[in-house]
């Protein structure tokens, strides 16, 4: 791609408004062009190269600058894990708005993961647009039941600010069902009892598990209304035990009685602003022949499969790392190299695991130690 010539505001504070503003326009598109994603990845990289002091080391380490970086391929990647080891930042501390930590098994010597958000202006853009297209395609809002806490008690938690945003802007009743470290079974029992009208069930695949013991153990067995979804986030690997994916995925269908393609998983990281969702609720809503496992991400982010020891790109069908530029990040570092294996499918990428070489991944985690505890 040949390099393009553009004009920015002159202060950072003045670009970073700027870009704001554009990247927030190009998340609301409907008729998305590669071309202004190529332009807006270029400047985003210039304006992080010129106000993040440990992301331009790493850029210059690698001898990859904006003198030289002519696509948002050649971006260096910065590893996820240095979320834990300097402050990626491309703001004084002092205009922090929103701190988001990891809350997962922290590799030997490192730290949890630490995200600040200058503001939640495109956090909120990007989770709402994709959370529409991918789970309430069909609907303005629906009867939500979490089974999670709220972000008031959690104010670290990037899951419990998405769910919570989520709820206040697309929900239409239900609530939170984790309290002071506590799974309330009666209440969601109560709330999936009394509805009569499709709701959205979500939470991490441990707390789904906790209470499907529940369940099994009280023969409890519902039959949700016809159009509610399911969606799960986290990881199957908990403190206490391990779960097959496929095992749960039977489990919540025989439970709730909800289709298997309504059934889906949500990915997503304390490190980046956007996430990405199973296609097979949307392609089952919209005819098509749902492709189950293959998570689909919006159009403000791109994704790579890697070699992790070259960190190149692999050819389809291989595993490998996901590499990941998200033009939603841009208070931090837009190109991202996760501790995530992934194989590159039909529209996106199907998740394998973590590495080896990674922590375990976060929020199902806590969540299956956090209710372990009170048992």
Partial sequence: MEKTSFQTPATANERAA??????????SRTDPTDAEFDQLSLELFVYQYENNAPYRNLCDQQGSTPANVTAWQE?????AASFGDARIACFPEERTSVTFVSSGTTRAGGSRSVHELENTRLYDASLLAHFRRSVLPDLDRIRMVFL????AQAPQSSLAYMLSKMYSTCGSGGGFFIKNDTLNVEGIALALRESHEPLLLF??????????????????????????????TGGFKGKSRSVD???????????????????????GMCELGSQWYDASLSDSLAGRTPREQIKVGPHWVRTLV??????????????????????????????????????????????VGRSNAAPPKGCSITVDSMLNARD
Wanted: charged share 20%; aromatic share 10%.
């Fill in 18 to 27: 700027d870009l704001d503003s554009r990247i927030e326009a190009y998340i």
């Fill in 75 to 79: 971006a260096p990647a910065l590893s």
């Fill in 148 to 151: 999670s806490p709220p972000f």
């Fill in 203 to 232: 939470g991490t695949a441990f707390a789904f598990v906790h209470f499907l013991d529940h369940c099994s153990a009280t023969e409890l067995r519902f039959s949700l209304p016809r159009g509610s979804r399911i969606v799960e």
């Fill in 245 to 267: 994916r496929e095992d749960l995925y039977d489990m919540l269908t025989r439970t709730f009685g909800v289709g298997r393609d309504m059934c889906i998983a949500e990915y």
């Fill in 306 to 351: 890697v070699d992790p020891v070259t960190a190149r790109e692999l050819p389809p069908g291989s595993t490998g790392l996901l590499q990941v530029f998200d033009l939603s990040n841009r208070g931090s570092v837009a190109a991202v190299l996760t501790g995530d294996l992934v194989v590159q499918a039909e529209g996106g990428f199907v998740y």
